[in-house]
């Protein structure tokens, strides 16, 4: 059976096609900086935006009609996978991520949600032998259901860590029978509402020695995946322990984990946090940390978690542009971790959305690369910081100078000559470099 029977294989047809069911940018066998397209962008689509996703809000029920919608229970499962596979093939993305609960129902126990789990993941095994399409990362949800009204690993119960914990123990199993990649841990409801209720001490050091048993398992049935920390500054409490990539480092460094953990960077957390989607990229890359990214955006005017499909090309060419400082993503991709508008609800407007999301992020790494190729920034920014090459400046980086050497010198100094930061004629050069690309250039 076909769930998207109208649909042909999506193709690159280039800058000047009008079908709508092309990628303009997107080509993936076109090599950028030696590595095609494909191999470098790795992107990867969302079960659970895309498969599993109703687009209800707070104040209205689903409106999303899928072809999938007349199956219950593990037949929808079922069903579900049958689609995802189609719809993978016919955009021709090499990965996709999940939550359990986006592949399976939920059961009345924990041993039933397990043996439902079961049965999905042999099917999705099966697919995946036929399949060029693998696991980007996979991890569990531990945060909808009402047990984990109060946190997972952070909550006050004792129940509901061991709870949470036989999840992240399914979840290792599940991922190492995938081949998974990478391991997603994002906090969920790991956070507070208020400190008058609150041990946050206590929250923080159990979610210290919750990722020590993670690591220890995955050891131990030799799942070799790059562990990532999703960090989220807040929603769905109001203050997640894993703010940013800042915070999440310290706490990392702090419980002696930063060997075993990278991050997961999604772009609409970095601007809920009060970032640019690029400042928490560099963040975690100068720290080499960097290991996967949720690509996605907010929306400018909202202080939520919109999770729209990224087509801002300024932003997708500065994010690319640490991505590829970064030499790739390594083991980690670009997942779409983002959901059409409540208004776009019919099947077609899945395809259209990873399409502009895989065109931006295309144009993003044809532009960052052209960028890099031509020195525009790095010869820049060598100026810039020209007074560290020579002289006070190499003798401060050398470490040769304390604060006696300092102040001497600086009392024989009687003028400090500062030259331009140029941030208008930077901007415009961008623009120029994003316009030669839309032109084929
Ligand atoms: C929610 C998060 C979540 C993680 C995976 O805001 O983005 O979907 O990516 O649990
Ligand atoms: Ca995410
Ligand atoms: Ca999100």
């Not at 940018?25 to 498969?51: C, D, Q, S």
Request: hydrophobic letters at 40%; charged letters at 25%; one cysteine or more.
């Amino acid at each position: 059976m076909s769930y998207f029977q109208s649909i042909e294989k999506i193709k690159y047809e280039g800058p000047s096609s009008r079908n709508p069911y092309a990628f303009k940018f997107y080509n993936p066998e076109e090599k950028i900086g030696g590595r095609t397209m494909e191999e470098f962008l790795r992107f990867g689509v969302a079960y659970w935006h895309t498969f599993t996703e109703d687009l209800s809000d707070p104040f209205g029920i689903g409106t999303a009609i899928r072809p999938w919608d007349k199956f219950n229970g593990m037949d929808l499962a079922k069903a579900r996978v049958e689609a995802a596979f189609e719809f993978f093939e016919k955009l021709g993305v090499p990965y996709f991520c999940f939550h359990d609960v986006d592949i399976a129902p939920e059961g009345r126990t924990l041993r039933e949600s397990n043996q439902n789990l079961d049965i999905i993941v042999a099917m999705i095994k099966d697919y995946m032998k036929d399949s060029k399409t693998k696991l980007l990362w996979n991890t569990v949800n531990n945060f909808s259901h009402p047990r984990f009204v109060h946190g997972a690993a952070s909550s006050n119960h004792a129940d509901v860590f061991a709870y949470a914990a036989a999840k992240v123990k399914k979840g290792l199993e599940i991922g190492k029978e995938l081949g998974a990649e990478n391991y997603v841990f994002w906090g969920g409801r790991e956070g507070y509402e208020t400190l008058i209720n609150t041990d946050m001490k206590l929250e923080l050091d159990n979610l210290g020695r919750f990722f020590h048993m993670a690591v220890d398992y995955a050891k131990e049935i030799g799942f070799d995946a790059q562990f990532l920390i999703e960090p989220k500054p807040k929603e769905p409490t109001s203050h997640q322990y894993d703010f940013d990539v800042a915070s999440g480092y310290a706490f990392l460094q702090h419980y002696d984990l930063q060997d075993y953990f990278k991050f997961n960077i999604e772009a609409n957390h970095a601007t809920l946090a009060g970032h640019t989607f690029e400042h928490e990229l560099r963040y975690a890359r100068v720290n080499g940390m960097l290991g996967s990214v949720d690509a996605n955006q907010g929306h400018p005017l909202l202080g939520w978690d919109t999770d729209e499909f990224p087509s801002d090309l300024y932003t997708t060419t500065l994010a690319m542009y640490e991505i590829i400082k970064n030499g790739g993503l390594g083991r980690g991709g670009l997942n779409f971790d983002a959901k059409v508008r409540r208004g776009s609800f019919t099947p077609e407007d899945l395809f259209h959305a990873h399409i502009v999301g895989m065109d931006s992020f295309a144009v993003g790494l044809k532009v960052a690369q052209k960028l890099i190729d031509d020195h525009v920034l790095e010869d820049f920014i060598a100026e810039r910081y020209s007074s560290f090459h020579e002289g006070i400046g190499l003798d401060i980086v050398e470490g040769k100078v304390d604060f006696h050497k300092l102040e001497a010198y600086a009392l024989g100094l009687t003028d400090i000559k500062h030259t331009s930061g140029r941030l208008e004629l930077l901007k415009a050069t961008m623009n120029q470099y994003l316009l030669r690309a839309y032109a084929g250039e």
